[in-house]
């Protein structure tokens, strides 16, 4: 079945760091990848996704790669603020399936 | 703006209580989805609905059921409430199809059961 791993956390980082999150996939066909984020006390809401490979997706000063040779799809910012703190999902939705698949999260705490 | 809107977001009950969760999307979704979260197991889908008056069940569907007499509402409901059961529940929809997908997801409901 299909799957998402992603980077173990929490990862802590000093504002203006820059930020990696590794995800990477398995799943048969072509999905659509996807990042959400959580912030305290919300939903999760989207951040970015891509479709297809070699596609990238970009929101907010984040950027993730549809890398399909290596299953992955890493979030990356250059440099990261405070208010960036929040959980972090990787996951997978194939064409025309009903459900998605999560990574388990990846908390980010930014200090100042 | 669109919206997937959970009628509580807090909720404290007693083992035993019938508790109902409902979720209403205002985009003509067809797909909605209950989940848990819970701290350490990331996401774990209860029940999904494809359309009107069906139901999947998820990886957890034990001690929930789910109704969807509309396309825009689906509730959840406990029958009797245990204390496992509390969590944080989180309601998803999303259209059939198309490559993009994406979920949107309601606030949240906070679950206390004691």
């Known amino acids: 079945g299909d799957s998402v791993t992603q980077m173990e956390g929490p990862v802590t980082l000093s504002e203006e760091a820059f930020l990696t999150i590794n995800c990477t996939y398995t799943?048969?066909?072509?999905?659509?990848l996807f990042w959400y984020v959580q912030y305290p006390g919300e939903g999760l809401q989207l951040l970015l996704k891509?479709?297809?490979?070699?596609d990238k997706g970009s929101n907010k000063g984040f950027e993730a790669t549809y890398r399909k040779e290596t299953t992955s799809f890493h979030l990356e910012k250059g440099s990261v603020q405070v208010s960036d703190s929040a959980v972090y999902f990787c996951?997978?939705?194939?064409?025309?399936?009903?459900?998605?698949?999560f990574g388990d999260g990846t908390t980010l705490t930014v200090k100042p | 703006d669109v919206k997937v809107t959970q009628s509580s977001r807090y909720l404290v009950k007693r083992t035993g209580e019938k508790v109902f969760l409902e979720c209403v999307q205002d985009?003509?979704?067809?797909?909605m989805f209950w989940y848990r979260q819970d701290p350490g197991l990331g996401l774990r889908l209860i029940y999904f609905?494809?359309?009107?008056?069906?139901?999947e069940k998820g990886d957890i569907p034990e001690g929930y059921s789910v109704s969807r007499e509309k396309k825009e509402r689906f509730s959840l409901i406990l029958e009797s409430a245990s204390t496992n059961q509390t969590s944080m529940y989180l309601c998803?929809?999303?259209?059939?199809?198309?490559?993009?997908?994406?979920?949107?997801f309601g606030e949240g409901s906070r679950l206390t059961v004691l």
């Open positions: 996951a997978l939705r194939r064409v025309n399936a009903g459900k998605s698949t």
């Open positions: 609905s494809y359309d009107v008056k069906m139901k």
């Open positions: 891509a479709t297809k490979a070699d």
């Open positions: 799943a048969t066909g072509y999905p659509s």
């Open positions: 998803a929809s999303t259209f059939t199809g198309g490559r993009t997908g994406e979920l949107f």
């Open positions: 985009m003509d979704h067809e797909n």
